[in-house]
């Protein structure tokens, strides 16, 4: 492993970097870092995986809830794969990383080699919907910076969605808690202002455009998830669709063995170098 600190736009960004070949960009969820990929270090061999910190999270630089939306990072990622000299690449995220990961596919396509979406979606459907999220997300920020940042993440993983991680051994769980609670409350609260469900456009409609090879995971005890998975195949069926047995949102954290193989299945089915179209 090697990590290292990149100027892009104005932002200092913290990457990790795993093995060698073909370029994987991969992108965690909310309040997570570049280091929730390393138990995957040695799963996919020949490629050269790229963990980055997202704005606000991790070691990467926190700034303003605007310079976090949802362009501005999708901007800096493809900056900081064209300084890492890797143009095209794969882009796999969970859950805030999987919309990223899908932004960035929609804006520029022609990028993107392939897709991994871990429990993710394309964003709300309505404008209402989007109000709604961008309230309650403000009032996580405000909880947040009123409260700190250790009771806002009990609050956190107190959420349903959650509630399948209860299971996993004391060691993974108290891995991501560690991982948390490093994070800095402006940062993540940068985040939810410039980067929620609610700030982002939704990108339902455009997922009709969608050429890349894709894939889509879930757990199959996340029904929210697996719900809006089937939903993005039924708009676009050449989107492929995994649904992982005994896991609920954290798929990677819950069923890491049969994620792993999940992704590389997916690697392998992807063209060579060779028959790639630039």
């Known amino acids: 492993m090697k990590t290292y600190k990149l100027a892009i ?10 093995g060698l070949g073909r370029p994987l960009l ?15 270090a040695d799963a996919w061999p020949g490629w050269r995986m790229i963990a980055v910190d997202l704005l ?15 362009e501005q990072q ?17 882009v796999l995220g969970y859950s805030m990383g ?15 080699l392939g897709l991994v979406m871990e429990s993710s979606s394309p964003g709300l459907r309505t404008a209402e919907e989007r109000a709604d999220r961008r309230r309650a997300d403000e009032r996580l920020a405000a909880f947040l910076e009123e409260q700190g940042l250790e009771p806002f993440i009990e609050r956190w993983e107190r959420l349903p969605l959650f509630a399948t991680q209860e299971q996993l051994p004391p060691e993974v769980l108290a891995r991501q808690r560690a991982i948390r609670l ?21 990108y339902w409609p ?14 199959d005890q996340d029904e929210k998830y697996t719900r809006i998975a089937e939903q993005m195949q039924e708009r676009n069926p050449h989107l492929g669709r995994e649904v992982i047995q005994g896991a609920g949102h954290t798929v990677h954290l819950e069923r890491p063995d049969a994620f792993a193989e999940t ?9 060579p170098v060779s028959a790639e179209v630039g």
């Open 9 to 18: 736009r104005g932002v200092n960004y913290h990457v990790e970097e795993h």
């Open 26 to 40: 991969l992108l965690h969820g909310f309040t997570g870092r570049g280091a929730v990929w390393r138990p995957f």
């Open 56 to 70: 606000g999270h991790g070691d990467t630089d926190a700034p303003d809830a605007n310079r976090c939306a949802m």
């Open 74 to 90: 999708v901007q800096d990622l493809l900056r900081l794969m064209e300084v890492l000299g890797e143009r095209r690449f794969v």
């Open 98 to 112: 999987g919309r990223v990961a899908l932004a960035l596919s929609v804006m520029r396509p022609a990028l993107v």
């Open 182 to 202: 490093k994070q800095r409350p402006s940062g993540l609260a940068a985040s939810l202002r410039g980067l929620g469900t609610g700030c982002q456009p939704s």
């Open 206 to 219: 455009q997922l009709m455009r969608l050429r890349m090879p894709t894939c889509l995971v879930t757990g």
């Open 263 to 271: 992704v590389a299945r997916f690697l392998r089915s992807l063209p």
